[in-house]
Structure formats: structure tokens, C-alpha cells
């Protein structure tokens, strides 16, 4: 049974820091291409950032040099470390695989709220 389990999100003031986690099973992790989605309210799915199973990351612009996305093959787990949040950064987090050659292969963890808010 396939599960992504995604913990670390919560409330936190602008300027302040979460590390989100992703803890993968039923899958072989280190063939997927690991990403962070986030869906803020009223606005579409955007791509935060991704991790191939090489090991090269990308990041949403927004983002970069904020956050850093980071994955743990041993542990079947991708992190996704927040800094420097903002407001515009709320949104539930999701977590997402996707086999880094067959594209069907895809799948979706239930997500994580982040709030930053004064």
C-alpha cells in the first residue's frame, strides 16, 4: 500500500522557520522524483519544489533561497526546510512522487497546513 505522510506544517509569524517532512512507503523510493505542491486558498496548484532521484533540485521562484528541498533515501523521506516564511507562503503543502520515468506512476500524500500569519 502506497502512503506519503507529510508532518511538520503548523502556525508560525512571518520570518520564522518550518521543516516539513514526507515519509514515503510501498514504493521504491529512490526511483521517484520527489516535489512539494501547494495549494494556497482561492489560487491554483503551484510546484514549490522538486528533487530528482539524481539528486538536482528546482525551486519555484518565489521561493528560491528560502527554501530548501532535501530527500533521505535510507529513510524513504523528503524535507522540505522553510525560512524567511511570509504570508503569501500559506497553503497546504502536499507532497508528491512521481517515478523519474514513468510518468503514470504518480502519487499524492493528504497534505499539511502552513499559516504564517503575525
Known amino acids: 500500500q502506497v502512503q506519503l505522510v507529510e508532518s511538520g506544517g503548523g502556525s508560525v509569524q512571518p520570518g520564522g522557520s518550518l521543516r516539513l517532512s514526507c515519509a514515503a512507503s510501498g514504493f521504491t523510493f529512490g526511483s521517484y522524483d520527489m516535489s512539494w505542491v501547494r495549494r494556497a486558498p482561492g489560487k491554483e496548484r503551484e510546484l514549490v519544489a522538486r528533487?530528482?532521484?539524481?539528486?538536482?533540485?528546482n525551486y519555484e521562484d518565489s521561493v528560491k533561497g528560502r527554501f530548501t528541498i532535501s530527500r533521505d533515501n535510507a529513510e524513504n523521506t523528503v524535507y522540505l526546510q522553510m525560512n524567511s516564511l511570509k504570508p503569501e507562503d500559506t497553503a497546504v503543502y502536499y507532497c508528491y512522487a512521481e517515478h523519474r520515468y514513468y510518468s503514470r506512476l504518480k502519487y499524492w500524500g493528504q497534505g499539511t497546513q502552513v499559516t504564517v500569519s503575525s
Open positions: 528533487i530528482t532521484s539524481g539528486g538536482n533540485t
